[in-house]
């Protein structure tokens, strides 16, 4: 009974759901063994990775580490088919799909070697072929639609320029194809040179209007305060000129003195005097 099975069995489950904790317990193994102990495991790891591949799953790494295992064990037919499936996967043109690529092309002689004829390489051959010859149309578009003018664009244009420089090396692309890729480069480096002198431009005229209006408004603020401490104008509430007052001649009366009694004043003595009046006297018969 191999491992799938064993953890079905034992913990009821799916047979999906079996694949993959036998691939988690065998990919721990594999990780923790040293070289003699990974002798022992490989025929397990192989029929572990090949379960994965049958449920769906994908890993272009994992299908080149199978490739070699049944390199190993002289299944040279599935062999064949990881490394076709490998070569299927690679679409980008980054350090790690070039570097598959290299892989690839190391491992087909073994498969030569083997007893593989160039008619069984068919789909290999293509899928390479698709693969190489794709570079510059891949890379022309990523230029040519880049049109994030921020940090993100800028870094997109200098990983464009280095899968470039890359691809050249190998031949994927030719001189006049590679300089039509740095052309849309430099467009794109035109534009945001311009974008980003119109956005200072603006920046510049939104910093003197915030500055204008700042300074209107401490104008009118100082001439507010101006205003509210000047003295009132004749007429005017607050002002004691011209203004009728208790005596009503318009005159504000002289400090310390008040207004003459009405009436006799030898009738009456002033208040608060002290006086007292002598009673009537009266005559003889």
């Known amino acids: 009974m191999d491992a799938k099975a064993a953890i079905a069995e034992m913990d009821g489950l799916s047979e999906r759901a079996a694949t993959l904790a036998a691939f988690g317990l065998y990919d721990d193994l594999w990780k923790l063994s040293d070289d003699n102990q990974r002798a022992e495991l490989k025929k397990e790891r192989s029929k572990v990775l090949s379960d994965v591949f049958g449920m769906g799953a994908e890993s272009p790494e994992l299908r080149l580490e199978l490739c070699n295992l049944l390199i190993g064990q002289k299944d040279v037919a599935g062999a064949l088919v990881q490394l076709d499936a490998a ?87 030719n001189e006049a194809q590679a300089q039509e890729v740095r052309g849309f480069i430099q467009k794109w480096k035109a534009e945001k040179t311009k974008l980003d002198k119109e956005i200072e431009e603006q920046r510049k005229k939104d910093e003197a209007e915030m500055k204008a209006q700042a300074e209107k408004d401490k104008k009118a603020d100082e001439a507010a305060k101006a205003g509210s401490g000047a003295t009132p104008a004749p007429g005017t509430p607050g002002s004691t000129f011209g203004v009728p007052n208790s005596t009503g001649t318009g005159k504000a009366p002289a400090t310390g003195t008040t207004a003459p009694p009405s009436g006799n004043s030898k009738a009456s003595s002033p208040a608060g005097s002290g006086a007292a009046s002598k009673p009537p006297v009266k005559k003889g018969g």
């Open 87 to 173: 070569a299927q996967l690679l679409i980008t043109y980054d350090a790690k799909s070039l570097a598959r690529y290299g892989r690839i092309l190391a491992i087909k002689p073994r498969l030569v070697a083997a007893g593989v004829k160039a008619e069984g390489m068919t789909s290999l051959d293509s899928a390479l072929a698709t693969y190489k010859n794709g570079a510059f149309d891949f890379l022309k578009e990523q230029a040519e639609n880049n049109q994030d003018y921020t940090q993100v664009g800028a870094d997109q244009n200098k990983q464009i320029e280095t899968e470039l420089s890359q691809v050249a090396k190998l031949g994927f692309v």
